[in-house]
C-alpha cells in the first residue's frame, strides 16, 4: 500500500452513487446584477466592471428576489440538492444513516446546518453533523461522512453543502455613511448562491456508473497565515469580534458584518494548493498522467493560468483538455461549489469506467487545501459509451533529474515557508503588534548577512573548475547585481529610525553567524554547487514570501515608504533571479553526475531553510 500523509484518507468502500444541485431562480446574467445587488457609490461601476472582467462569471443565481427578499432559506435550497442526489441514487431518505453538511452559515446560528436541513427535509432520526467554514467546509463535511462509511458505522450517507451570500450583498445590508473598502466591495460581485449534495454507500450501485472516493486530502494551514477571508471582525482592528460591541448594532455600523477577503494573499494560496499536490505525487496517492478529468475549484478564471503555471513548473502538468469548469455558468458558490461542479459535469461529459478524477478546493478563509481522488467504477450490466480522447498538444517537461529536484526543493520549500509564517517575526506582523523598534532589529541584524552574500558567491565562482566552469560567469552576474544592495537596506533601517550610522557596527545574530559561516564554508570548496539550494532558498523568500509580508509590515507600521525600498525592490525583481537560478540547475545537473549534483543542492536548500529561520528567531522581539 501506499505511504499517505497523515491528513489524506484511504478508501476501499466508499461510493458516490448520486449526486444533485440546485440553483435558486432564474440564471442572472451581468447586464441584470445592479437590479439584485446594487451599486453602492461612485465606486461601485468601476469595481465591478474591474472584476467581472477577470473573473469570467457570466451568469450566476440568488435565493433574493430583485427588492432583496428572500425566496428560498438555506435549509429550502440545501433539501432540494439533496432531494435530487437521492433521486439519482435511486435511494430512499428512510436509508440515510448520516448527514454531514458544510456551509459559511446556517439561517441559524444555532442549531446547526444538518438539524435544520433535516428538519427541512422532515427525515427520520440520523446522525447529523454540521460543519461550518468556507469553500473547505463541504470536503470536511465529506471526510467526516466516508469516514463513517469506510468504518461501517454507516452504508448510506448525505453530505450537502449550500452557500446563500445574496442575502449579505444586499444594498440594504451596508450601513450608511459607511465606506466601505475594496476587501468587502468587490465580493458583491464574486459569490453567488447553490447548493450540492452526494449521496454515499459503501458499495457501488447495481446499474450505471459509481464515483469511488479513493482519496480525500483536508489539510489547514491556519497556524502559517493571517485570516485572508472572513466575517464578524472590522477592519483594521485585529483581535476584535462583533461580540466585543455593546450593541450588534454598533458592530454594523462598523463594518463588522461585512464578508472581506484580502486578495493580496491569494497567490499564497494556490503555491500552497501547489506543494500539497506535489507532495500528494510523491507520496505515491496518484500520478499526473493518470488523471483523466480535473475538476479546479477557483473564484475567478484569473487564477485558472495560475494554478496552470504552478502544475507546469512542477513539472506535473494535467493536459488542458482534461480541465473542467463551470464557473462562467454557475458563479461561485463557495463550499458547494465543486458539488454542483461535478453534478454538472457528470450530465455534461461521457466517462468510463477506470478514469480517475482528481477534485482541488482551496479555500481563502485561513488557507486551506483538499484534493478529492475518484475513480469511475461500473455495476452490473451497465452500458457506456466511450468517446475518443480529444488529442492532447502537451508540454514539454524538463528532463528527469531536474523535475525531481524541483519537486524535493518544492517540498523543502512547503515546509520552510510553512514555519517562516509561524515565525514570531510574522505573528507579529500579521496581528498588528510588530513595533517600528521590531522592524529596526529584523533589518540591524539582516544587514551584515546581505553584505556578505556577494562575497560568498564570488568565492564559490573563484572556485569553479571542470566541468562546472559554465557557471562562473552566471554566479558572477548574480553577485554584481546584488554587491551594493546592502546599502539600499541600511538606508531603510536609518530612514525608520534605525540609530547606528556606521554599518561596521551592525553584528548579526547566532542565527545569521550560523548562516554566513555555513555559505562561506561551502563556497571555499571546489565546485561548489550545491549552494545553488542556498539560493533558491534565498531568492524563493523574496520572490514569494516578501510580496505577501511587505503589506502587513507597511500597514501595521506607518513609516514612511522610504523605509521599505530593499523589499519592494526584490519582491519585484527576484522573479528574474530565479528563472536565471533555474537556467543554472540545468547546467549544474546536465555537467556533473545528476544524481549526487541533485543530492548535495537538496541537502544544502534545507540546511540554509534551518538557518535562515534561526536568524529570524534569534530577533530579539
Avoid at 26 to 53: C, F, G, H, W
Avoid at 136 to 161: F, K, P, Y
Amino acid at each position: 500500500m501506499s505511504e499517505t500523509i497523515p491528513t489524506t484518507a484511504n478508501y476501499e468502500n466508499v461510493f458516490i452513487v448520486g449526486t444533485g444541485a440546485f440553483l435558486p431562480g432564474e440564471a442572472v446574467t451581468n447586464a441584470e446584477l445592479d437590479a439584485y445587488i446594487a451599486p453602492l457609490n461612485a465606486q461601485s461601476s468601476r469595481i465591478k466592471s474591474m472584476i467581472l472582467r477577470e473573473n469570467g462569471i457570466e451568469r450566476r443565481y440568488y435565493g433574493i428576489d430583485p427588492e432583496g427578499r428572500t425566496r428560498f432559506s438555506l435549509a429550502e435550497m440545501g433539501a432540494e440538492s439533496s432531494r435530487r442526489a437521492l433521486a439519482a441514487a435511486r435511494t430512499e431518505l428512510g436509508e440515510i444513516e448520516l448527514l454531514a453538511t458544510g456551509t459559511v452559515g446556517g439561517d441559524t446560528a444555532v442549531p446547526g446546518y444538518a438539524n435544520m436541513l433535516q428538519g427541512e427535509l422532515h427525515a427520520p432520526p440520523m446522525e447529523t453533523s454540521s460543519h461550518t467554514g468556507i469553500c473547505a467546509s463541504g470536503m470536511v463535511a465529506l471526510r467526516h461522512a466516508a469516514d463513517a462509511v469506510e468504518l461501517g458505522r454507516h452504508a448510506r450517507a448525505l453530505v450537502t453543502a449550500t452557500e446563500y451570500p445574496s442575502r449579505m450583498f444586499k444594498k440594504t445590508r451596508f450601513v450608511e455613511g459607511y465606506d466601505v473598502d475594496f476587501d468587502s466591495h468587490f465580493l458583491r460581485w464574486m459569490l453567488s448562491d447553490g447548493s450540492g449534495s452526494f449521496v454515499l454507500a459503501d458499495r457501488p450501485r447495481r446499474d450505471g456508473l459509481s464515483l469511488k472516493v479513493s482519496h480525500l486530502h483536508v489539510r489547514s494551514f491556519s497556524g502559517d497565515y493571517p485570516t485572508c477571508m472572513q466575517i464578524g471582525a472590522p477592519l483594521e482592528k485585529p483581535g476584535v469580534s462583533y461580540l466585543d460591541y455593546p450593541t450588534f448594532a454598533d458592530a454594523e455600523r462598523d463594518g463588522a458584518f461585512l464578508l472581506r477577503q484580502n486578495i493580496r494573499l491569494l497567490p499564497q494560496l494556490f503555491e500552497v494548493a501547489a506543494h500539497e499536490y506535489v507532495e500528494l505525487i510523491r507520496r505515491g496517492v496518484f500520478r499526473a498522467e493518470e488523471i483523466d478529468h480535473f475538476l479546479c475549484h477557483f473564484s475567478s478564471m484569473k487564477f485558472a493560468p495560475v494554478v496552470k503555471e504552478l502544475l507546469v513548473k512542477a513539472g506535473a502538468d494535467i493536459a488542458d483538455e482534461k480541465w473542467y469548469s463551470n464557473l462562467v455558468t454557475r458563479g461561485n458558490t463557495g463550499s458547494a461549489s465543486i458539488f454542483i461542479m461535478l453534478d454538472d459535469f457528470l450530465r455534461e461529459r461521457t466517462i468510463k469506467p477506470g478514469e480517475k478524477i482528481l477534485c482541488l478546493i482551496p479555500e481563502s478563509a485561513r488557507i486551506s487545501i483538499c484534493y478529492l481522488l475518484l475513480e469511475v467504477v461500473e455495476g452490473t450490466g451497465a452500458d457506456t459509451a466511450v468517446l475518443p480522447a480529444p488529442p492532447s498538444e502537451g508540454i514539454d517537461s524538463p528532463d528527469e533529474a531536474t523535475r525531481r529536484l524541483l519537486q524535493d526543493l518544492s517540498l523543502v520549500w512547503h515546509d520552510y515557508r510553512s514555519r517562516f509564517w509561524r515565525s514570531k517575526f510574522f505573528r507579529k506582523a500579521s496581528t498588528g503588534t510588530l513595533t517600528p523598534e521590531d522592524y529596526r532589529k529584523w533589518t540591524a541584524s539582516w544587514i551584515p548577512q546581505v553584505r556578505e552574500g556577494s562575497k560568498w558567491m564570488r568565492t564559490a565562482a573563484g572556485n569553479l573548475a571542470e566541468p562546472f566552469l559554465e557557471l562562473k560567469e552566471l554566479i558572477q552576474t548574480h553577485a554584481g547585481e546584488e554587491q551594493n544592495d546592502w546599502q539600499i537596506l541600511f538606508q531603510d533601517y536609518r530612514n525608520a529610525g534605525g540609530s547606528i550610522e556606521d554599518p561596521d557596527r551592525l553584528e548579526r545574530n547566532r542565527g545569521g553567524e550560523a548562516l554566513n559561516a555555513f555559505m562561506f564554508s561551502r563556497a571555499a570548496r571546489t565546485n561548489a554547487v550545491d549552494l545553488l539550494g542556498g539560493i533558491y532558498i534565498i531568492e524563493g523568500t523574496g520572490q514569494r514570501i516578501i510580496p505577501a509580508l511587505l503589506p502587513l509590515i507597511k500597514t501595521r507600521l506607518g513609516l514612511a515608504p522610504n523605509c521599505f525600498k530593499f523589499l519592494q525592490y526584490h519582491g519585484t525583481n527576484d522573479e528574474h533571479h530565479l528563472a536565471r537560478w533555474l537556467g543554472a540547475v540545468g547546467i549544474a545537473l546536465s555537467r556533473g553526475d545528476p544524481e549526487r549534483v541533485a543530492a548535495e543542492i537538496l541537502a544544502t536548500a534545507r540546511t540554509v531553510a534551518d538557518l535562515y529561520l534561526m536568524q529570524l528567531e534569534d530577533l530579539d522581539l
